[in-house]
């Protein structure tokens, strides 16, 4: 098992929902963690919550530079850096053919650049320092690398090209790195949340909110970020998981619309 008391970490999307969540499940079990998000208000504010235990560094993780920046940051702790969790992430809606014409190609860029070459981006750079530390166990293993899908990956419904196949390649690279990573002791895990409460649904009423959740078969509720972060933390520790896309939707199955 990994000992979460003795690493370093880094969490994309750390400011906010998911990865915030998972920033303080990850400080609560004694890691240092470094925040890698865009929103400098919010990062700050729960570097200052969590009093010492988390650094922010304001990085566009599509940025190689930026991403090597904050990859330094988390290298420099006194604390071997073992775990990275991508849950930075956009969502989008638009059809292939709407109204208007067809899907402009520029959003649909966009998103795959942000939710999946974003997130190869920050697996490519934090793997190579994680793969440079000493092993922890006589496995060989070094780390973990724990990343976002969506149960969009798999029943994307209309209007969600553009996100649904940006998931699907979070969940697809799962196995891939896995496996390029075995020769250096890293694992590769990916979640697929459902629905789960955070500034992805801000603009969404309490209406439809009550009508999401009726939805979910049980429990019949939107999900809570700290649920996630209990998922992420399960994923890190228990060194025999591995190549896995874990559905976290209280078995939702996305209709359609
Ligand atoms: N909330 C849900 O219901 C849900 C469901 C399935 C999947 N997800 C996925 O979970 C992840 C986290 O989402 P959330 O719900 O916590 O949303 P959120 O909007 O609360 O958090 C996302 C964070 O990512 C950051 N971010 C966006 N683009 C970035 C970039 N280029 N570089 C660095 N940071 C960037 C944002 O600033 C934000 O703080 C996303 O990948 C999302 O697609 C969420």
Do not use: W
Request: proline share 3%; charged share 20%; with cysteine.
């Amino acid at each position: 098992m990994l000992d979460l008391s003795g690493v370093a970490a880094i969490v994309t999307g750390g400011a906010s929902g998911l990865g915030a969540a998972t920033t303080r499940a990850l400080v609560d079990k004694g890691a240092l963690v470094t925040i890698v998000d865009l929103n400098e208000e919010k990062g700050n504010a729960l570097v200052e919550e969590l009093g010492g235990a988390a650094t922010f560094v304001k990085t566009d993780i599509t940025d190689s530079d930026q991403v090597s920046a904050a990859v330094a940051d988390a290298t420099s702790k006194d604390r071997p850096l073992r775990v990275l969790v991508n849950c930075a992430g956009i969502g989008y809606a638009k059809r292939t053919l709407g109204k208007n014409g067809p899907h402009d190609l520029e959003s649909f860029q966009k998103v795959i650049d942000i939710n999946l070459v974003g997130t190869f981006n920050m697996v490519r750079l934090a793997g190579d320092a994680i793969a440079k530390t000493e092993p922890y166990n006589a496995d060989g293993a070094r780390g973990v690398i724990i990343s976002t899908a969506s149960v969009a990956a798999f029943e994307g419904q209309i209007g969600q090209i553009a996100y649904a196949t940006s998931k699907a390649g979070v969940a697809g690279m799962t196995i891939c790195l896995a496996r390029d990573l075995s020769s250096v002791g890293i694992r590769a895990n990916s979640i697929a949340p459902g629905i789960i409460d955070t500034d992805m649904l801000a603009g969404v009423s309490d209406e439809f909110r009550k009508t999401l959740g009726a939805g979910v078969p049980f429990p019949a509720r939107i999900g809570q970020p700290a649920e996630y972060a209990d998922v992420a933390l399960f994923l890190a520790q228990n060194d025999y998981m591995n190549g896995e896309t874990v559905r976290f939707d209280a078995a939702l199955r996305m209709a359609p619309r």
